[in-house]
Structures are given as structure tokens and as C-alpha cells.
């Protein structure tokens, strides 16, 4: 069956702090996106990614990066969390398009303290 | 980024009754995917209707487009307690451009 893990279900980071999330597939899929969800805001686009080392920004790329060096894995990092990071982290992967169903993890719920 | 809305934004209903729930866009779309999520949890994905569909079933769920007023519907007949989530809907424009997401409407379905 489809799956995309995450590595970790819930996370507390201090502010300054250099966070990892990482993301698995093990679906052959081209490509993965990372969001985010706040309450009252609903799933906003951080960055995606449409094959292995290629990147594009999403609507809120600010403050975060990313990293594909394999197929797939799809990591975010926030280079100096910041309170305002504090949120839930969704990763999802698409077969070949990236308008296709998308699969998602189960989620980061990341707090930055 | 041009964003669907769902209305209503929370829905409370008795199990075994229908859910409609609704979503609108802005411009012209690719197709429109429905998704799930359970609380904390990722998201599902449901069904998805392109944009030269009319109606779309899968099991309990019933999908439908209507392009020339920029709106969708998704029903839930009989609907269980275990229906209860998020659901969201989720567009694009054109192309291979990324879905992007409704803020989503929360159902809950009491027994």
C-alpha cells in the first residue's frame, strides 16, 4: 500500500534552533510537496519538488528550505525556528503531475518554544 | 494564489442524515479534488472531478461540478460517526501547477 512517513509525529524545538523534517516515500512518486496548516488558515504551500535536486517555492517559502537529494526523501529545514514556525507539517507526494491525488504523511505538529 | 472556500465552515448533523458541503473558486480550474482529515491526522484524498465532469460517485459520496458557477458540492448520505472530520477541497488552475487547499469544513456526526 501507499505510504509517506514522517519521521516524527510531534517535535519541540527551542527558537534559534536549526529543525529537520523529514519525509519518506516509498511510492516511486516524481514529486513531494511540503505545507503547512494553521488554524483559520487552512494547508498552504511551503515548497515542492518535481524531481530529484529541483525545487520551487511555494506561497509562504519564507524562513524554510528544502533538500532532495534522493527520489524519495524530501527534507524541510527551518534554519533558525522561530515561534511563528509553530505549526502542523504536512508532507504529500504526487505520482506525475502535480495537480494528480496527492498522499499525505500524517503530519509534524511543530512547536517552537 | 486562487483558493477554494468551503462553506458552511462547521456542520453538525445526526448520523444517518446527509452532509452537503460546498466549495467555490475563482477562476477557471483543472480539476477539483475533496479530501478528508481526521483530527491531527494527514489528509485523505477522496475523489476528483475534472472540469468536463458533471458528477462524480464514489460509495457514499456524491461529487458535482457546475463550471459556470465556479462551485462544487460534496454529499455524504447516511452518514456515520466515523464520517466525522475536516474536509477540504482543493484546486488548480492549469497546467502542472500544485493543488492549493480551502480552509475546509469541520462535520461532526453524532450518534
Known amino acids: 500500500d501507499v505510504k509517506v512517513t514522517q519521521s516524527s509525529r510531534y517535535l519541540v524545538k527551542r527558537t534559534g534552533e536549526k529543525v529537520f523534517l523529514e519525509c519518506v516515500q516509498d511510492m516511486d512518486h516524481e514529486n513531494m510537496f511540503w505545507y503547512r496548516q494553521d488554524p483559520g488558515l487552512g494547508l498552504r504551500l511551503i515548497y515542492f519538488s518535481y524531481d530529484v535536486k529541483m525545487k520551487e517555492k511555494g506561497d509562504i517559502p519564507e524562513g524554510y528550505s528544502v533538500s532532495r537529494e534522493k527520489k524519495e526523501r524530501f527534507s524541510l529545514i527551518l534554519e533558525s525556528a522561530s515561534t511563528n514556525q509553530t505549526s502542523m507539517y504536512l508532507c504529500?507526494?504526487?505520482?506525475?503531475?502535480?495537480?494528480?491525488?496527492?498522499?499525505f504523511g500524517s503530519g509534524t505538529q511543530l512547536s517552537v518554544l | 494564489s486562487q483558493q477554494g472556500e468551503e462553506d458552511p465552515q462547521a456542520l453538525s448533523i445526526q448520523e444517518g442524515e446527509n452532509a452537503t458541503m460546498n466549495c467555490s473558486y475563482k477562476t477557471s480550474i483543472n480539476n477539483l479534488q475533496w479530501y478528508r482529515q481526521n483530527s491531527g491526522r494527514g489528509l485523505v484524498h477522496l475523489i476528483l472531478?475534472?472540469?468536463?465532469?458533471r458528477e462524480k460517485h464514489s460509495g457514499r459520496l456524491r461529487v458535482t461540478l457546475d463550471t459556470s458557477k465556479k462551485s462544487s458540492s460534496l454529499l455524504i448520505t447516511a452518514s456515520r460517526a466515523a464520517d466525522t472530520a475536516s474536509y477540504f477541497c482543493?484546486?488548480?488552475?492549469?497546467?502542472?501547477?500544485?493543488?492549493?487547499f480551502g480552509k475546509g469544513t469541520r462535520l461532526s456526526v453524532i450518534a
Open positions: 482543493a484546486t488548480v488552475n492549469s497546467g502542472n501547477t500544485p493543488l492549493v
Open positions: 472531478i475534472r472540469s468536463n465532469e
Open positions: 504529500a507526494s504526487s505520482l506525475w503531475d502535480t495537480n494528480e491525488k496527492l498522499f
